[in-house]
């Protein structure tokens, strides 16, 4: 785990990438909102970023994000950003202030009633596979309408945008072309549907510019905040 100092000088210089970013796209740096990806790091990894002024850390797995929130008093939103299994929705409703891989129609009413159950409404975000890369999770962008009919018709979750994780490649004209994609489809699903979906939640450490060039409301860094992951056993 990296010094609280050089945690900083790592934010420091992903803030002024994210504005070089937005000044060549003609954007204001508080449109893009940084989420720092704390997973597999010790539950000071929060504590830094609240520290810090960031509103939201994200977590791939309930169970390490259940475990490092128990030690944290960290003021600071936790996200779930990593695949969500049937069997854990009632954890996650009750851990995450939102969750952001909703990827299949089959979540949603378990979802809404666990959210129901706890008297709260639990945003969500949908997980969409934008790049149609196999390795990776999210409903297919011709299965989103069905999805966010599905999502919409939940008193109990609330809809703040889609998500995607680009493919895995050195050309990156194939991660712009997925952040693209993503945001034509929101524009898309907003008009038709009549609902803002206001957060495009695109971008990670090493492609975070292009998803501020395509429209990325929310970026998700772990790497370039925290340093190298250690493996995990
Ligand atoms: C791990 C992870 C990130 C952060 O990736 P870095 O390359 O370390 O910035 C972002 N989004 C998701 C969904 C992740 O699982």
Same mark, same amino acid.
């Given at each position: ?6 945690? @900083?000088?790592?934010?420091?210089h ?13 954007? =204001?740096?508080?449109?893009?909102? $940084? ?21 939201? %850390? ?15 008093? &960290? *003021? ?7 695949? $969500?299994? /049937?069997?854990?929705?009632?954890l996650?409703?009750?851990h995450?202030?939102? %969750? ?7 979540? +949603?009413?378990? +979802? &809404? ?9 639990l945003?969500?975000? @949908? ?17 989103? *309408? ?22 895995? /490649? ?6 712009r072309?997925?952040?693209?994609? +993503?945001?034509? +489809?929101?524009?898309? $699903? ?6 803002? $979906?206001?957060?495009l939640?695109?971008?990670? /450490?090493?492609? @975070?510019?292009l &998803? ?10 772990? =790497?370039?905040?925290?340093? &190298?992951?250690? *493996?995990?056993?």
């Amino acid at each position: 785990m990296l010094r609280y100092e050089d945690f @900083l000088q790592n934010l420091a210089h992903v803030q002024a990438d994210i504005a070089a970013a937005c000044a060549r796209a003609r954007r =204001t740096p508080g449109e893009v909102q $940084l989420l720092a990806v704390t997973k597999t790091h010790p539950a000071a990894a929060a504590e830094f970023a609240a520290r810090a002024g960031l509103r939201a %850390v994200g977590e791939n797995r309930v169970q390490e994000a259940i475990e490092k929130r128990a030690l944290s008093t &960290a *003021p600071i939103a936790w996200e779930l950003i990593g695949h $969500l299994q /049937s069997n854990k929705v009632r954890l996650a409703a009750a851990h995450f202030d939102r %969750v952001q891989s909703v990827d299949r129609e089959k979540l +949603l009413p378990l +979802l &809404a009633r666990a959210a129901d159950e706890l008297g709260r409404t639990l945003p969500v975000l @949908l997980q969409i596979n934008a790049g149609d890369d196999p390795a990776k999770f999210g409903a297919d962008v011709a299965e989103a *309408p069905a999805l966010l009919e599905s999502a919409l018709a939940q008193r109990s979750l609330r809809v703040d945008g889609l998500m995607t994780i680009a493919p895995l /490649s050195d050309d990156p004209e194939i991660a712009r072309r997925t952040f693209a994609r +993503l945001r034509t +489809l929101r524009d898309e $699903l907003a008009a038709r549907f009549g609902v803002p $979906l206001r957060e495009l939640s695109m971008g990670m /450490s090493g492609d @975070l510019a292009l &998803a501020i060039a395509e429209g990325s409301t929310l970026i998700r860094v772990g =790497t370039a905040l925290f340093g &190298a992951r250690p *493996p995990r056993v």
